[in-house]
């Protein structure tokens, strides 16, 4: 049998034409930028936290400490929230793309310390802290299923495998 191989180029064409009716014409473009910032912000805060615990020495890339108080990410995370949903209500329209943008963030940067919510300790990298990936993969499920749409997600795989294709050649 042929080993299998994607067509980069004919996948990569397909999702437009997907993002335009699921998303676009679904009108689910701030639910979409929710689960996008917040997904990017999680996996983004994550390697920065195991850059920092690692030791590694990255510019711009360290503990926030005030006044020999460390800032836990979940500090501004919760501010973001707080003024984005103030926001939201004040303002409501012209402004939906940015405040979903700052809502994923902020819900990133704080489910992601579930754990010290709930131990009221930081537990981040005991074994307690894995509380916080979890509270994070069922936000990030409940957007993306939900918010979002399954539908979105399977025409992207259904593209994905019909992108596959034999190569006799290697």
Excluded: C
């Excluded at 009716?21 to 996996?43: E, G």
């Excluded at 501004?76 to 004040?90: C, D, E, F, H």
């Excluded at 916080?132 to 994905?160: M, Q």
């Amino acid at each position: 049998m042929p080993p299998l191989l994607l067509d980069l180029s004919q996948f990569l064409r397909s999702l437009p034409d997907i993002y335009q009716r699921n998303i676009i014409d679904a009108d689910k473009q701030p639910q979409f930028l929710i689960f996008v910032s917040f997904t990017l912000t999680f996996l983004v805060v994550r390697a920065i936290t195991i850059s920092i615990r690692d030791g590694r020495k990255l510019p711009f890339i360290r503990n926030i400490e005030a006044a020999g108080t460390h800032i836990h990410h979940l500090v501004p995370g919760i501010v973001l929230l707080l003024v984005v949903g103030y926001l939201a209500v004040a303002i409501r329209d012209g402004y939906a793309y940015a405040f979903a943008i700052a809502y994923g963030i902020g819900a990133a940067l704080t489910l992601d310390e579930f754990a010290l919510w709930l131990h009221l300790e930081d537990v981040y990298w005991l074994e307690q802290g894995r509380i916080s990936v979890r509270a994070v993969l069922l936000f990030a499920g409940f957007v993306g299923i939900v918010g979002v749409g399954a539908i979105f997600f399977l025409e992207i795989g259904k593209s994905f495998a019909q992108n596959v294709v034999e190569h006799p050649g290697l």
